[in-house]
């Protein structure tokens, strides 16, 4: 079955960076675009990217257009989100998640990683 | 950016009585060459990730119980719980995934009265 595993538990300072992965399993990994979806306390679900498995391409909101990298890497199955400049208000669960092959909504979910920005 | 509003923000109902959400697109997202709307809901409870209803704005999701309907099109959708369980109580999001950003819906929490 479709498995998205993701990396554990972050604590940054404000200013720093934060890699997070998710090691995805059970299904051909270049066949279905990855997400990023963030979720702040008390906040609605805020979608920031996808990355394409297959070619390495991706597609950031606006807003995270000048801190946020994703990529991949097909050897590993992984997907990676790179914030950098983080502030307090970065302070979220993010998910990954994956979508139908052939279209873009999503199906399945990461089980979510808490990244915390405090000084 | 395709803006997304939800109403309302929360509504209390009865065990098994109905439950209904409204989804606003501020252009359409309606694809006229397949006639599909790029609709979907989400449920969301406290300590898991976001869970796929619907897609296409009325598809059901394999396993997603039949109270669970979607209707819609263009720019106006609802959800409808047509008979609220206790395990229905959760946070439901609609996405829009026509274009890029694939916005959601603020949200709407529903509780039990």
């Known amino acids: 079955q479709v498995q998205l595993e993701q990396s554990g538990t972050e604590v940054k300072r404000p200013g720093a960076s934060v890699r997070v992965s998710c090691r995805t399993s059970g299904y051909p990994f270049t066949d279905s675009h990855l997400h990023w979806v963030r979720q702040a306390r008390g906040q609605g679900l805020e979608w920031m990217g996808w990355?394409?498995?297959?070619?390495?391409?991706?597609q950031y909101a606006q807003k995270f257009k000048d801190r946020l990298t994703l990529t991949r890497d097909t050897s590993s199955s992984t997907a990676y989100m790179e914030l950098s400049g983080l502030r307090s208000d970065d302070t979220a669960f993010y998910y990954c998640?994956?979508?139908?092959?052939?279209?873009?909504?999503?199906?399945?979910w990461g089980q979510g990683t808490l990244v915390t920005v405090s000084s | 950016d395709i803006v997304m509003t939800q109403s309302p923000d929360s509504l209390a109902v009865s065990l098994g009585e109905r439950a209904t959400i409204n989804c606003k697109s501020s252009?359409?997202?309606?694809?006229?060459?397949?006639?599909?709307?790029?609709l979907a809901w989400f449920q969301h409870k406290p300590g898991q990730p976001p869970k796929l209803l619907l897609y296409w704005a009325s598809t059901r999701e394999s396993g997603v119980p039949d109270r669970f309907s979607g209707s819609g099109s263009g720019t106006d959708f609802t959800l409808t719980i047509s008979s609220l369980q206790a395990e229905d109580v959760a946070v439901y999001y609609c996405q829009q995934y026509f274009s890029a950003p694939f916005t959601f819906g603020p949200g709407t929490k529903v509780e039990i009265k």
């Open positions: 990355v394409n498995p297959h070619s390495g391409s991706a």
């Open positions: 998640a994956k979508s139908v092959r052939g279209s873009f909504y999503v199906v399945n």
């Open positions: 252009q359409t997202i309606l694809y006229s060459s397949s006639n599909r709307n790029y």
